[in-house]
């Protein structure tokens, strides 16, 4: 079955400011609506200038990204169907999370009342008091609140502890089964992620080393496994020795 294409890069090129380096460079990809893909690369490779480009919160040619069928920067629309989580949350007013929620009301209920019990979130918490786990997970309530139809993650799971991640990742999948949300989720943690994921893109010094539908991966590997022998490749004086390399 054909999915509709949520998501297509053509030749995209980008640097911070005029003069300075590229940090990506010549991009190109697409991705079907539905589609649960892995971001992965070595520090630095351009993941979240990636996802912070498909959000719309950098400036480029209207042509050179398009989210939903439309262009990623100039479509103000697109603010209500795209929601990105990721970076500092750096939210720490002495309020509770209910108070915050306030803010929220036009919000599904039931939606509201399953992420909170699966984020394992207490809505008498107080900002200014909430260990980064805990700021974490209030910052994925609300950047997951609404539903949206793209979905961009940026290493938000890596303060959650192993049940809240897990019921997290479930959640998420059934959204992008029943629903076809579309989620780009770049992380260094790969735990429990075999059968998670439809495709895994490569990033390697701001280029696509790859892009590949899991169904395309040796069935002996775990992805992890796989994962690190591809960033292996781009490290001098590395190899993997386990077996063979997957394309």
Known sequence: MNH???????????RYAPGEPLVLRGLSLALPSGAR???????????????????GRRMIAP???????????????????????????????????????EAHARADRGRRDRLVAT????LAWRMSRVSSGQRRRV????GLLHAVELLLLDEVTTDLD????????????????AHGVTILHATHIFDRLDGWATHVL???????????????????????????SWLREGVPGQSDTRGPKSS
């Open 37 to 55: 893909c892995l971001v992965v690369g070595r520090n630095g490779a351009g993941k979240s200038t990636f996802l912070e480009i498909l959000a």
């Open 202 to 228: 490569h990033l390697e010094a701001g280029r696509v080393r790859r892009l590949v539908c899991v169904e395309e991966l040796p069935a002996t590997r775990s992805l992890l496994e796989v994962v690190e």
């Open 162 to 177: 192993l049940l809240a991640r897990l019921d997290l990742l479930t959640l998420l999948r059934e959204e992008s089964l």
């Open 119 to 122: 984020l394992g979130i207490d």
């Open 63 to 101: 042509d050179a990204v398009m989210v939903l069928g439309r262009p990623a920067f100039h479509d103000t629309s697109l603010s209500r169907r795209v929601s990105y989580v990721g970076g500092a949350f750096p939210f720490d007013a002495d309020m509770p999370v209910w108070e915050i929620l």
């Open 4 to 14: 509709p294409v949520a998501l297509e890069l053509r030749e995209l090129d980008y």
């Open 139 to 142: 910052q994925l309530l609300l």
